[in-house]
């Protein structure tokens, strides 16, 4: 049997800040990654002799990167680090399944750390299956891991911070984008922005961003909507409409914008699957990104030596992420009894200052919640179900029909069914037909949590 | 218009092949960021629908970007890596197993969707 002492799934600021404390107690640290190299998504580095642009490291969520890897680095030698390892299934007992290339492995760890992150938060409009329809976070991480956008006019749409970031950062590479269409108005913004007095960085932040946006000549639509993307082989325009107050779109004053390439998002999901096949309890914090495990002070899970930290758990950004990875590293450490001396100060210490930026982030993350008339641009003949093909439509005659669970609209029309498991439209369906009982179970998540081969489940060591 | 953003003059170049035809690629980057940058965003049709699909996410979650990698099978663009000489094709009317499909094989008399 492979045992381990503490496993950390996601070596995104979350896994990489745990991993650090963990290895720095002396605990043996595994840590598992689906990518080639650490630093999860927000800190994906360009590929080698590609520089990093200026910019992008100027960014606060960077900043705070060098000294949280450079605390890594030095204990990294103590670190089993599995890169290109795709963890595909847990169970209440801590043993974690991961497969690479065409072998499997299951790690039993004595104490679990998920730190999965998340990914856009999408609403459906038709079109948006058409190449050249992007999520915000894809083509962020395209510019950023790559330098690559491909070529034509470009619309990022919207809401959120990463559409911002978006813009911004094809502003400083010398390809602005053609309009920044962005659903919350700019009266919605201003209680948000009062919320942060207490975190005046944040707010710079986000002006020092706008003004870039503004500077490259970009025009802002607030409070409008991507609703219709057009294209034969792949995307070429795209139909903007104004919105009301609960982001339903107006059907007047619409115009029609070139487009090759469209960024899309409202926010981000937790990535929550190997916390759901394990068995952890969830509830819903929509300003957080939807289904969220639950998890005490310490992020521990009501599953006893499995805890949760960062995006995946609730997104609230880079920065209390690997506050929340330092939290589940000090507790793990407490249960390999490897703390140390001043450990439990340590943890208070942390643990106010999460609450405090947690508390800023809430007013922001409340400015740019999800309005349900958003929801509109989802026509009976869109599509829902990305993997599946299934439309709008579709899931509503089933929904009448007595469909009413998650789980039972899924076995009628396979929606969530395909080989995303229902990341991109289990969200879709719920607002489609109205937020389920609030006792009846979320939508089933089964291993594999991502698609493996067969053959690497009979190649198991 | 360019599509890649930065120009480093000083990272290797492999070639890789997308159906048949070879594609300048840097070495350390993406399958798909490869296929982008030469100005290739279709890279499927839908199994059901027949629509044209390309990469979505772009960071491994929903499987649009699915293309065929010889010797190594279906894999998410996104996250695979260029290798020099790494031969792709769309991933639709290919069988889970390694051997060609038959729509994609050279024997006529076979017809195209019974298993091979």
């Known amino acids: ?461 | 218009m360019i599509s890649r953003l930065l120009r480093p003059a000083s990272v290797p170049r492999v070639t890789i092949r997308w159906k048949g035809e070879p594609l300048e690629a840097r070495e350390g980057e993406t399958l798909l960021a490869a296929l982008l940058a030469a100005g290739i965003l279709a890279t499927r049709r839908h199994e059901a629908t027949g629509h044209p699909r390309g990469a979505f996410c772009g960071m491994g979650v929903c499987m649009d970007c699915l293309v065929w990698v010889e010797g190594e099978g279906r894999v998410r663009a996104c996250t695979t890596r260029v290798r020099e000489g790494l031969v792709c094709r769309p991933a639709e009317h290919v069988s889970d197993s390694a051997a060609p499909s038959p729509a994609d094989s050279a024997d006529p008399d076979r017809p195209a969707g019974d298993p091979p």
């Open chain 1, 1 to 461: 049997m492979n045992r381990r002492d503490a496993v950390i799934v996601g070596a995104g600021p979350a896994g990489i800040a745990a991993a650090a404390v963990l290895a720095e107690r002396g605990v043996a640290t595994t840590l598992v990654d689906e990518s080639p190299d650490p630093g999860g998504q927000i800190w994906r580095a360009p590929p080698p002799g590609v520089p990093e642009d200026g910019f992008t490291r100027s960014l606060s969520a960077h900043r705070l990167r060098d000294p949280v890897m450079a605390a890594f680095e030095v204990h990294s030698h103590q670190v089993e680090y599995l890169a290109e390892h795709i963890a595909y299934a847990c169970t209440p007992h801590l043993a974690l399944s991961a497969a690479n290339g065409r072998a499997s492995t299951v790690l039993h760890a004595r104490a679990l750390l998920l730190a999965t992150g998340a990914f856009d938060r999408t609403v459906p409009f038709p079109g948006w299956t058409l190449p050249g329809v992007f999520t915000t976070g894809g083509l962020l991480s395209l510019v950023q891991g790559h330098g690559v956008v491909p070529e034509g006019p470009v619309v990022i749409a919207g809401a959120g911070l990463l559409q911002l970031l978006a813009a911004a950062r094809l502003c400083a590479l010398g390809r602005p984008p053609v309009a920044l269409v962005e659903a919350t108005r700019r009266q919605d913004l201003v209680s948000g922005g009062l919320g942060l007095w207490s975190r005046p960085g944040m707010l710079l932040e986000g002006a020092r961003l706008l003004d870039r946006i503004l500077v490259a000549g970009v025009p802002v639509l607030r409070g409008h909507a991507v609703v219709r993307a057009y294209g034969e082989d792949r995307l070429e325009r795209v139909e903007v409409q104004p919105v009301d107050r609960s982001w339903m779109p107006l059907a007047r004053a619409e115009r029609i914008l070139d487009a090759r390439v469209l960024a899309t998002g409202f926010g981000l999901r937790p990535e929550s699957a190997l916390a759901r096949i394990a068995g952890v309890p969830h509830r819903t914090d929509p300003a957080r990104g939807g289904l969220l495990p639950q998890h005490d002070e310490r992020r521990q899970t009501p599953l006893p030596g499995l805890f949760v930290a960062g995006d995946g758990s609730g997104v609230q950004g880079a920065e209390i992420a690997v506050l929340q990875g330092r939290l589940a590293a000090l507790a793990m450490a407490e249960r390999l009894g490897a703390d140390r001396a001043g450990d439990r100060e340590h943890q208070a210490r942390l643990y106010q200052d999460l609450r405090q930026r947690e508390r800023a982030r809430r007013s922001l993350d409340h400015a740019y919640r999800l309005r349900p008339g958003i929801w509109r641009t989802c026509t009976p003949d869109t599509v829902v179900c990305r993997c599946e093909g299934v439309t709008a439509a579709e899931v509503r005659r089933w929904h009448r029909r007595g469909a009413t669970t998650p789980t039972s609209l899924k076995m009628a029309t396979r929606a969530g069914m395909g080989r995303c498991q229902g990341r991109f439209c289990e969200a879709t369906v719920s607002a489609l037909c109205g937020e389920p009982e609030p006792d009846s179970p979320p939508l089933s998540v089964r291993p594999p949590a991502r698609p493996v081969p067969l053959e690497a489940l009979a190649n198991h060591r």
